[in-house]
């Protein structure tokens, strides 16, 4: 098993059981026990979890996202193609607004030979567009959440409802038709709704996961979005509604 794939299988059965011996997890996943306890010093260092002697207890709750560090690595090549075809769909010339997240930090790196004005929503994609040569690039003002960088407050917002953007990329942590795209953290998903409110077309960005999740914080309805990017690995049922409903889906 991959070492981020691990990561990911500890980290929920902790989150699912409380608390979790070295030897329940070593069982779990097939890694040597060395191996565990060095995943699980370094899920504490991102405080996912609480070590003790013998195993570990969760610090996530079950309506929590983990960590953006954890995330970053996790599927990422889904998430490489999902960016290059929202890249795709974007236009020399246009002015865009880029979400949070770890797949739309991979749209930003996608952006950087290109034309185009954009404002980013996280510090993670500030820095990783500070010198395209040939981009505009706006900075929101706002508060970065530890960890995830993502900017929000009264001043992010107050810089979304001051311009107009062609589109909008959105991150999220849960899409359907039934619920609409969610997030799992308020002040996210406040931010979320000034940037579609500002933008002429929106584009959620999607992992398949995501299409059968539904997280705390609703932000839009799912007719609101113009098109979906996710992969082909996610479920019929759930994108055929979303095609019901008016939301082009593209699986790449």
């Known amino acids: ?13 902790v989150r699912e059981a409380g608390s979790l011996g070295v030897a329940e997890l070593a069982g779990l996943t097939g890694a040597s026990e060395m191996t565990i306890r060095r995943d699980l010093e370094l ?5 996912v979890l609480e070590r003790y002697r013998g195993g570990a207890r969760s ?6 996202e983990p960590p953006f560090a954890l995330r970053a690595q996790e599927g990422l090549e889904a ?26 930090l991979e749209v930003a790196r996608q952006l ?14 500030v820095n990783a567009l500070t010198d395209a040569p040939q981009l505009t690039l706006l900075v929101p003002g706002g508060r ?25 990329i959105i991150g999220c ?28 077309r929106v584009i959620a960005v999607a992992e398949a996961a995501k ?3 539904t997280a705390l914080a609703f932000v839009t309805p799912a007719p609101d979005l113009h098109a979906v990017i996710t992969e082909e690995s996610a479920p019929d049922d759930e994108t055929e509604q979303l095609t019901a409903a008016g939301v082009t889906v593209r699986k790449v």
Do not use: W
């Open 59 to 64: 610090l996530l709750l079950r309506g929590e």
């Open 173 to 200: 942590c849960g899409l359907n038709a039934a619920n609409g795209l969610t997030a799992y953290d308020l002040d996210d998903a406040a931010v979320k709704r000034a940037a579609i409110t500002s933008s002429r």
């Open 79 to 104: 998430k490489r193609r999902i960016a290059a075809e929202a890249a795709r769909l974007v236009a020399d010339g246009e002015s865009v607004v880029l979400d949070s997240g770890t797949t739309c």
């Open 112 to 125: 950087t030979d290109r034309r185009l004005t954009v404002l980013p929503l996280s510090l993670h994609a």
């Open 43 to 47: 899920l504490a260092s991102q405080g």
């Open 211 to 213: 299409l059968s999740r």
């Open 1 to 13: 098993m991959a070492g981020t794939d691990r990561l990911r299988q500890i980290t929920e059965a």
């Open 144 to 168: 970065p959440r530890p960890g995830e960088l993502a900017l929000t407050g009264p001043l992010t917002q107050a810089s979304l409802a001051a311009l107009r953007f062609d589109t909008a």
